[in-house]
């Protein structure tokens, strides 16, 4: 049985969740289930949100798109978002993240919409 998390390529040593996660990346950007190494350039800002390693640097390569983190450098807390960061990104990967910040959850998703871009 396949599991999420299990290492299901062995070329690229990818587990079903990471491969979801830039399907689904690639499906909202682009309009298409690309590889990360199909991407095309593309100009919008992205922000992760604690992602994991392997997918958060193919990412990077590939678009202007970086991670952050609660806990460690580069910080983002999406439950206190500073002044200045607001309307500052056109997306944002939040996997596997939310059932982990401190209630009220809305804290954190007020402060995940306010720092989209109103387009």
């Avoid at 079903?16 to 991407?39: D, P, Q, Y």
């Avoid at 949100?49 to 983190?69: M, P, Q």
């Avoid at 439950?79 to 939310?98: A, P």
């Amino acid at each position: 049985m396949l599991s999420r998390e299990s290492l299901s390529c062995r070329k690229c040593r990818s587990s079903l969740r990471r491969r979801s996660v830039v399907n689904a990346i690639s499906l909202c950007l682009f309009g298409k289930a690309l590889k990360v190494k199909e991407f095309p350039n593309d100009s919008r800002k992205g922000v992760g949100i604690s992602d994991d390693d392997r997918v958060s640097k193919r990412l990077g390569e590939a678009l202007n798109y970086h991670n952050t983190f609660y806990h460690k450098e580069p910080l983002l807390d999406i439950q206190n978002i500073e002044v200045g960061q607001e309307e500052t990104i056109d997306y944002i990967v939040c996997s596997e993240v939310l059932e982990h910040v401190v209630p009220p959850i809305e804290d954190a998703l007020n402060g995940i919409f306010n720092l989209l871009k109103k387009d």
